[in-house]
């Protein structure tokens, strides 16, 4: 069956470093991925998306790479700031689907 | 944020009560959606409109009633509720529901059921 799942539920990086968050998901049809970015009090924001016929996409500080061989993605994220605090959600869907499958999500805190 | 408003906020209903969440999107979109958040389980659909057309239920008890009036507003109505069904609700929106196209999130309304 479909599954989107994070590999760590939290990441804590220094201001300036670069963060990397992680997705794996598990189905092989799928062929649209997207990351949202979710604030405290705030619903989900969209940060990046990329297809299955693309390896990278960047984006204003943010890339996201694919690896279809072995079903992960990953979102980049340059210089973190203390703004990128949030909860992060990988999103994917199956070719023969419209719906998104949604991950748990992984919280990124900034320590100064 | 204020393409995609819903009210109530917060909500705190009993058991027996009967509520509706509201949502408007000021975006011009033809699919509308309701999400459920639950504390460590990811985002779960709940149904989709399309052009005023439900074209989702996502197996959703029938104590929850979707109501789409037109393509900018969307309801949920609530009934004898669960405490289980504590969440925050979220509404989104899209241009339409081809699952490409990047979808608007509101800013939830947390519910919680005692």
């Known amino acids: 069956g479909e599954s989107v799942g994070l590999h760590l539920p939290t990441l804590s990086v220094q201001e300036g470093d670069n963060s990397i968050i992680n997705c794996a998901y598990s189905?092989?049809?799928?062929?649209?991925f997207i990351w949202y970015k979710q604030e405290s009090g705030k619903g989900p924001q969209f940060i990046i998306d990329?297809?299955?016929?693309?390896d990278k996409r960047q984006g204003q500080r943010v890339t996201v790479l694919l690896n279809k061989t072995v079903k992960h993605l990953s979102l980049q994220i340059a210089a973190t700031q203390p703004g990128d605090s949030a909860v992060y959600f990988c999103?994917?869907?199956?070719?023969?689907?419209?719906?998104?499958?949604f991950g748990q999500g992984t919280r990124l805190t900034i320590n100064p | 944020e204020t393409g995609v408003t819903q009210t109530p906020r917060h909500l705190v209903m009993g058991m027996t009560n009967k509520k509706s969440l509201k949502c408007e999107q000021h975006?011009?979109?033809?699919?509308m959606y309701w999400y459920k958040q639950s504390a460590k389980k990811p985002l779960e659909l709940m149904f989709v409109?399309?052009?005023?057309?439900?074209?989702e239920n996502n197996s959703v008890p029938s104590r929850f009633s979707p109501e789409c009036p037109n393509s900018s507003h969307l309801f949920l109505h609530l009934h004898t509720l669960q405490p289980e069904d504590s969440a925050l609700y979220l509404c989104?929106?899209?241009?339409?529901?081809?699952?490409?196209?990047?979808?608007?999130f509101g800013p939830g309304t947390r519910l919680l059921v005692l």
């Open positions: 409109y399309n052009f005023k057309e439900q074209t």
């Open positions: 989104a929106s899209s241009p339409r529901t081809s699952g490409e196209e990047t979808q608007y």
């Open positions: 990329i297809r299955s016929n693309m």
């Open positions: 999103a994917e869907k199956d070719r023969g689907a419209q719906k998104l499958v």
């Open positions: 975006l011009g979109h033809n699919a």
């Open positions: 189905n092989s049809a799928s062929d649209y």
